[in-house]
């Protein structure tokens, strides 16, 4: 992927979307930095809203893991549905508060004008019980190109763009991409410095039971062994994704914690922990 021309300055910010993040803060934090001159933009996950709204509709959420150790939401055709809902209210939620806060936020999916291509990974591999398992009927993918054209004519005229993790195959199939992995892929294509992934954890904890055990430094020939040794669940993904991110010309990556106050200005100064 060659980077579009845009601005050095360019952040990219992903928000986690996991129970206890405090989008209304984050918003908040965004929209003075917006103001204050500082170009974003901004990718948004969908989980626990997927989750909760499955459950309304009587198809719970399954979660696997797949041969390679990390953890995966299984997205059957019904699941894709329901993620395709949840992450459109949700990018339409922020957006709207955004507005409100006077930054002329733009909404957005991976499908729109093709922004996110991906190859789909029809076929799953799993470990269930210790064995090796082969889903099929899965509608995740693996992003193979970003078309930041249409985000960077967005920035330049003033625009926030929010993008939801949802990509399209070649044959028009919408698919779940994991949204870590396409903010990476998206800061990349724009040639931004800076990611920052706002989560519901601190950063890297060497034990995870005790949040005051954060990793502030991590460089970045140690990613592989803290993501083998150190990361669980979601971390591993995000530690995969700030690898792609560093191979790809970002700068910075740093994994904070959303759930507080001016969150996106504690990462920028140091909070969370930051790969380099």
Do not use: W
Request: glycine share 10%; net charge positive; proline share 3%.
């Amino acid at each position: 992927m060659q980077p579009a021309a845009t601005t050095k300055k360019l952040l990219v910010v992903k928000i986690g979307g996991a129970a206890g993040v405090a989008r209304a803060e984050i918003c908040a934090n965004v929209a003075a930095l917006h103001h204050a001159g500082q170009s974003l933009v901004m990718v948004h996950g969908g989980s626990d809203m997927t989750t909760q709204l499955g459950a309304q509709v009587g198809h719970p959420a399954a979660f696997v893991t797949t041969v390679s150790g990390h953890s995966s939401r299984y997205t059957d055709a019904r699941t894709l549905e329901i993620f395709l809902m949840a992450t459109a209210l949700l990018n339409r939620q922020l957006c709207a508060r955004l507005n409100a806060l006077g930054v002329r936020a733009v909404g957005l999916s991976g499908i729109d004008g093709g922004l996110l291509l991906a190859d789909r990974k029809a076929v799953l591999q799993v470990i269930a019980d210790g064995k090796r398992r082969v889903l099929r009927d899965d509608h995740t993918g693996s992003i193979k190109q970003v078309r930041a054209d249409l985000v960077t004519c967005l920035l330049q005229a003033g625009h926030l763009p929010v993008i939801a993790p949802v990509a399209i195959s070649d044959d028009g199939t919408p698919l779940n991409v994991d949204g870590d992995r396409a903010a990476a892929q998206l800061a990349i294509a724009l040639g931004a410095p800076t990611l920052i992934v706002l989560s519901n954890v601190p950063g890297l904890l060497r034990d995870v039971q005790n949040e005051q055990s954060l990793i502030h430094q991590l460089p970045a020939a140690e990613l592989q062994h803290a993501q083998d040794a150190l990361a669980h669940g979601r971390m591993k993904r995000k530690l995969l994704a700030a690898r792609e991110a560093l191979a790809g010309g970002v700068l910075r990556v740093t994994i904070a914690d959303g759930r507080s106050t001016a969150p996106l200005s504690a990462a920028l100064n140091g909070a969370g922990t930051t790969i380099s």
